[in-house]
């Protein structure tokens, strides 16, 4: 069984930066792709960033500029670091990994997630 921990939410300002981290623990062989998405109260879950175990990245077109994802796989960390941060973008960030497992079984995971609150 795997395990995600999130950490790094908070209440924030407008214009300030965040940084989340995510921690896979447990039955882990090796992470492939690992992803942040969000939920606004009231809004369907949304894919914020991601990134493949071989570094590509992909956003969500409105962090462009804004949001960068990294990955320590030495870690089995994923961070999504939040500049400039809106008011709008108020949300639970969950995190995702498909991870390969001992036994080589390939399982998809959520974190608990972590609220991001930005204020005007």
């Given amino acids: 069984q795997v395990q995600l921990v999130?950490?790094?939410?908070?209440?924030?300002?407008?214009?300030?930066?965040?940084?989340?981290?995510?921690?896979?623990?447990?039955?882990?062989?090796?992470?492939?792709?690992?992803?942040?998405?969000?939920?606004?109260?009231g809004k369907q879950r949304e894919l914020v960033a991601s990134i493949t175990s071989r570094g590509r990245l992909n956003y969500v077109d409105s962090v462009k500029g804004r949001f960068t994802i990294s990955r320590d796989n030495a870690k089995n960390t994923v961070y999504l670091q939040m500049n400039s941060l809106k008011p709008q973008e108020?949300?639970?960030?969950?995190?995702?990994?498909?991870?390969?497992?001992?036994?080589?079984?390939?399982?998809?995971?959520?974190?608990?997630?972590?609220?991001?609150?930005?204020s005007s």
């Fill in 6 to 41: 999130e950490s790094g939410g908070g209440l924030v300002q407008a214009g300030v930066s965040l940084r989340l981290s995510c921690v896979a623990s447990g039955s882990i062989f090796s992470p492939n792709t690992m992803a942040w998405y969000r939920q606004a109260a």
């Fill in 90 to 118: 108020t949300a639970v960030y969950y995190c995702n990994a498909d991870i390969l497992e001992y036994a080589s079984r390939l399982g998809n995971y959520w974190g608990q997630g972590t609220q991001v609150t930005v």
